[in-house]
């Protein structure tokens, strides 16, 4: 099957903190999600950090990021659980949607 993947430069937002996510739920940032432009919400998908080959599986619940170099905005839980601090280069795989 030739599922979704792509490589960009993933960066984290957690001072939203209780704000809504476009898809309406509240947003945690200590939560394991995130924020794609494109992607049907939700999906789930794989988030590998090629700086240290750490991965984790989230689901995509929110729209962004909005700067035009950006693929993916990790929630604050997230980037922690792959040693994300500021901006890594990342290789997004999509797993599916919740349907």
Do not use: C, Q
């Not at 960009?8 to 924020?35: D, H, L, Q």
């Not at 170099?69 to 500021?86: C, P, W």
């Amino acid at each position: 099957s030739d599922l979704y993947s792509e490589i960009g430069i993933a960066s984290w937002y957690g001072s939203e903190s209780g704000s809504k996510t476009s898809m309406g739920t509240r947003f945690r940032p200590n939560g394991v999600s995130a924020a794609h432009k494109t992607l049907p919400l939700p999906s789930k998908v794989r988030v590998t950090n090629l700086h240290n080959g750490k991965s984790v599986v989230l689901w995509v619940n929110d729209r962004g990021p909005f700067k035009h170099n950006r693929i993916i905005d990790l929630s604050h839980g997230a980037a922690r659980r792959i040693g994300l601090r500021g901006l890594a280069k990342v290789k997004i795989d999509y797993l599916g949607s919740a349907d």
